[in-house]
C-alpha cells in the first residue's frame, strides 16, 4: 500500500468514525423520540391499522416474503461485488492459459479515434475502450505471435497501462537482442515516449468487456468501499435490534388499547354513571376501532347459545337469592340484595365473565382462576372476576356465588322469591 493509500485510508477512517458516531446518535434520538409518541398514544391509530393488516395472514406473509427477498437480494448483489472486486484486486497479475484476468481501465486515451491516427480508420479498428470499462485479458502470447494494432497489457513505472502497438522495431544495431514495440492509445495523437520490450507486457486485450462496472470495482477496492461495506455491516445488525425494541414497545401499547374494550362497561341506566377515565378510555377505544358495538346483551346472547346456557344457569341462582334485585343496563346485568352487592354479568367477544363480589385475597392459592379487578374503580365492589368458558368454570363459579351467599347470610327461594 502506498503513502497515498495510506493516507487516504486514515482519512475515510477518520470520516467513517465521525459519520458512524452521528449516524449513532441521529439513530438514538429518533428511536426515543418515537417510543416516548408509542407510549403517549399518538400513534395508536396507526398502531389499530397495523394490527388489521396483520391479522390478513396472507397479506402479511406475502409482504414479509417481498422484504425478505428484496434484503436477500440487495445483500447478496453486495457480496457479489465486494468479492468480485477482491479476486480482481488479487488477480489482476495472475495469468493462465485461456484463462481470462479482468482489470479496470482507469484512463481515457483509449475511449475514442484521435482524427490523426487515420491506420484505425483504415482498418477498421472499432474496439476502442472506455473509462471504467471492465476488460477481460489473457495471458500475453509468444513475441513472434505479436502483430500490429494488438491491445496489449504493459508495466511502466509500477503502473498498468492498456495501449495498442502501432509499431514493431525488429533488432537492429542499436537495440541487437530485443524488439522494440510501439504503443499508442486510440485518443492521443502520439506514440508513447519510450519503446516497451516484451518484458514489460503482461496481457493482451481481445474485445471481452463489461461497460462501466469498473467504477463500482474501484469504489469496492478503495478504502471508502472497505468502509462503507463495514457501516453496511453495522447497519445489519443494528437494525434488528432496533425493530426488536420498537416491536415490543408497541406490543404493549396495542395490548394496552386492546384491554381498553374489556375494561369499559357501559353506564347503569339512572344508578350508576361512568367515571370521566372509564368515559375517556372507552370514547378513545371506539375511535381508534372506527365504530362501536352496538349490541345489547339480549342481542349477544342470541348469537351465542353455548354462552347463552351458562349465563342463564348464572342468572337462574343469583335470581333465586331472597331480595335480589337486578339492575339491567344495556349491555350487563348487576345483582345486588338491598345495598349488597352480589355480581354482575357481561359478555365480551364470546365469553360470560361474572364479576363477583368477593374479596381475591381470600381466594390466593385455591384451585379458582380469577383476575383482581380491586383496583378498578368501576369494579370495586366487584373486584373477582371469572371467565365461564367451560363447565368447570361454571361449577367453580356456582360455588363462589354459594360462598357470597353464606358470607353475607342471604337466603335463597324455590322460585325466585324476593
Known sequence: MTQYEVYVFILCLIVFILLTTLSIVCITLITKMYLRLVRGGLEDEKLIKEHKKFLQRSCSKFSKAVDIAI???????????????????????VYFDNVPTYRVVKTGSMAKKNKKNTYLVENGLDNQIQTFDLI??????KEEDLKLYDIVVYE??????????????????????????????????APDRFPVLYSQMRGIYRGEKIPFVGSFVLFMQSPAGWLCILLVAITVFATPVLEKKIAKEKGRRLAIILSVEEEVVTAEENTEKLDDESVFARQSFDKLKGKKDERTLEEKLLELPETKARYDE??????????????????????????????????????????????????????????????SSKFKNYPTRVKVTSDRQLKWTKELIDRIIKENQLLVGDNGEK
Open 71 to 93: 434484503a436477500v437480494f440487495l445483500c447478496a448483489i453486495l457480496i457479489f461485488m465486494f468479492s468480485g472486486s477482491i479476486y480482481i484486486n488479487c488477480t489482476q497479475n
Open 156 to 189: 511502466y513505472d509500477d503502473m498498468l497501462i492498456v495501449h495498442r502497438i502501432v509499431g514493431i522495431e525488429e533488432p537492429n544495431e542499436k537495440h541487437p537482442n530485443e524488439r522494440y514495440f510501439l504503443l499508442q492509445g486510440d485518443a492521443v495523437d
Open 314 to 375: 348464572v342468572s337462574a341462582l343469583l335470581s333465586s337469592i331472597v331480595g335480589a334485585r337486578v339492575i339491567e343496563a344495556k349491555k350487563y346485568r348487576t345483582f345486588k340484595v338491598k345495598n349488597t352487592p352480589v355480581a354482575r354479568l357481561v359478555v365480551r367477544g364470546k365469553t360470560l365473565n361474572v364479576y363477583l363480589a368477593i374479596s381475591p385475597e381470600s381466594l390466593a392459592g385455591s384451585k379458582y382462576k380469577f383476575t383482581d379487578h380491586s383496583n
Open 136 to 141: 477481460a485479458t489473457y495471458k500475453i502470447p
